[in-house]
């Protein structure tokens, strides 16, 4: 087998154009999660008088009821955005002033335009990681999705970004972002309130679903694991954790997530230092004994960008070039 560069190197190993249809439908058309589809309505859930999470849109949303205005972590799809803010709003009618992106995706980051066009200039801050503002600003072709990201607009932008971690003080509660280099994409980063003992995970922690390893931005299972084990060390045996997707869980779940995806990494990694093809881990069902708790929906394409990740340890992912911060 001869291959010339990297994208032919993984496709490759993936068994060529096959490769690309990594979700049973098109990840963009699929729902999201099998807890909060797209086209649930969107529910908020106080979890202490200040904080609530809010479901149902996309990727899970934490809200923050400061004393001076609105912090949310993560903002949901584009498509939902104004009936993300009308929820929020039920509850709290003031300004958001914070937006923290835990990362780049699309079912991330859908309130990041309507909340910068909405805000006067200078009054909505926009929180991620430098990666996460990198690709949110550019083209980005996929292969692990199969599709190509589009740069939001420059209102909805990161403002403020950070390497290693930050910290924002609102009223009495402190805010603590963290990077965790190299886990479900390049940029993601997990939120902690101490004041309050909740952990926020973005899509580093999937609970009752197969999680998605997005190997084109730099992600792995391994990595993930390997995030689930720091986040372990998060908080104490009370802390209530916030997933990327499914509902609100404790430390028990967490570990046994991590258990199940260790399971099914060493699996399809000695099955592809075997010499096995893609379509041959398929067919072995690595998943086995999970499917009746973790669904079927997108078991298939958790195989292949797990099997894809793995593949791409080899040659891994470019850094990904900094933006020129737009104009505000």
Not at 10 to 33: D, E, M, N
Not at 42 to 66: P, Q, R
Not at 99 to 114: A, P, T
Request: charged share 20%.
């Amino acid at each position: 087998m001869h291959v010339t560069g990297r994208r032919e190197f993984v496709l490759a190993l993936l068994g060529g154009a096959s490769g690309l249809r990594l979700t049973t439908s098109s990840f963009a058309q699929a729902p999201i999660s099998p807890v909060a589809a797209p086209s649930a309505p969107i529910t908020v859930t106080k979890l202490t008088e200040s904080v609530a999470v809010c479901a149902g849109d996309g990727g899970n949303v934490g809200l923050l009821l400061g004393v001076d205005g609105l912090v949310l972590v993560d903002g949901g799809l584009a498509t939902r955005a104004a009936e993300l803010a009308r929820a929020v709003g039920d509850i709290d009618g003031r300004a958001v002033q914070v937006l923290i992106n835990s990362h780049y995706h699309f079912d991330h980051v859908g309130s990041n335009e309507l909340l910068g066009r909405q805000a006067a200039p200078g009054r909505l801050r926009i929180v991620a990681h430098q990666n996460v503002a990198a690709r949110l600003s550019q083209r980005f072709a996929n292969e692990a999705f199969g599709r190509t990201f589009e740069p939001l607009a420059p209102e909805g932008l990161p403002t403020d970004t950070f390497t290693r971690s930050g910290r924002l003080a609102v009223g009495n509660e402190t805010i603590e972002y963290v990077h965790v280099p190299l886990a479900h994409t390049d940029g993601d980063s997990y939120v902690f309130l101490p004041g309050s003992n909740i952990l926020q995970t973005g899509d580093l922690l999937w609970i009752g679903r197969y999680p998605v390893v997005d190997y084109s931005a730099g992600g792995t299972l391994a990595g993930m694991i390997s995030a689930v084990d720091r986040l372990m060390n998060v908080g104490d045996a009370g802390t209530r954790v916030i997933p990327g997707h499914g509902p609100v869980v404790g430390k028990a779940e967490m570990r046994a997530t991590r258990d199940i995806w260790a399971t099914i990494n060493e699996r399809v990694d000695r099955m592809m230092r075997a010499g096995r093809m893609l379509e041959e881990v398929l067919a072995a069902a690595p998943t086995r004994e999970f499917d009746a708790q973790l669904g079927t929906a997108t078991r298939d394409s958790f195989i292949r960008q797990t099997y894809g990740g793995l593949a791409t340890r080899i040659t891994p992912a470019a850094p990904v070039p900094l933006p020129t911060p737009p104009p505000r």
